[in-house]
């Protein structure tokens, strides 16, 4: 594969903010669960040590703990830099400052490192990249996608998320994707028609309300269901 880990931005959250983001309830944490993206987040980490079975794919498990926790020291100045610079696009609810962010991210990053080894053993982190995952038809019941479909919509077309969205559903019962907001605050402008699109093929998707919310006026997520 021939990702460049500088082009990539290992940040990750914890399973306290996926609850929150995704609306998870403990029948859902008892679902099979595929966390599509998850990159140095600690959803799997603390997901498996309260007994719930995730798999976490995402390119940069092909990468070493080093190298990622390299990554993670080398950008995370610039993008605390950029929150502190922009104080009104910010949330202060679940994260109570931008050093309480702070301190959660490495918080997040150090679960994940430390689990990294035992997970990679267990297959709990594989190596895999959208828009084509190599899972069978409904191989799992729910498919999560944090901070990656929608937020980079300035750099993915519609194409791109589109045959993602497919391709989750394909090999899950059913997806959640946080948040719907690009990078620039600004609502994906594929939600729409995604939710359009999905529609006329039979599947019931929603957007929810949830009560995670970090960037201003990211509190919603897409969620789809087979029928
Ligand atoms: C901002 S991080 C979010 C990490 C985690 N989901 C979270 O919310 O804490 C975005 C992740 O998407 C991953 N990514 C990049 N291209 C991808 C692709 N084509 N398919 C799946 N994940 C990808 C990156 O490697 C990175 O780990």
Request: charged share 25%.
């Amino acid at each position: 594969m021939g990702l460049k880990l500088d082009k990539v931005v290992p940040i990750g959250r914890s399973l306290g903010e996926y609850i929150k983001m995704f609306n998870l309830t403990e029948k859902d944490l008892q679902k099979n669960i595929i966390g599509v993206g998850d990159g140095p987040a600690s959803f799997n980490a603390e997901a498996t040590q309260i007994g719930s079975k995730v798999i976490s794919i995402d390119p940069i498990y092909q990468f070493t703990a080093l190298e990622i926790q390299q990554r993670f020291d080398a950008v995370i100045d610039n993008i605390m830099a950029q929150v502190k610079a922009n104080p009104n696009d910010w949330v202060w609810s679940y994260h109570q400052s931008p050093e309480d962010l702070f301190d959660n991210r490495k918080k997040s990053l150090n679960k994940f490192i430390s689990d990294y080894y035992q997970g990679k053993l267990e297959q709990r982190y594989q190596i895999g990249e959208l828009p084509k995952l190599h899972y069978q038809d409904n191989q799992f019941d729910l498919a999560l996608c944090s901070h990656f479909l929608f937020l980079y919509s300035d750099f993915y077309d519609y194409q791109f998320h589109y045959l993602s969205i497919k391709e989750m559903l394909r090999i899950s019962k059913e997806i959640r994707i946080f948040p719907l907001l690009k990078l620039d605050l600004k609502f994906s402008e594929y939600v729409d028609k995604i939710v359009k699109d999905f529609k006329d093929q039979k599947y019931t998707i929603v957007v929810v309300n949830v009560e995670y919310q970090l960037q201003k006026g990211g509190n919603q997520m897409l969620q789809i269901v087979k029928h």
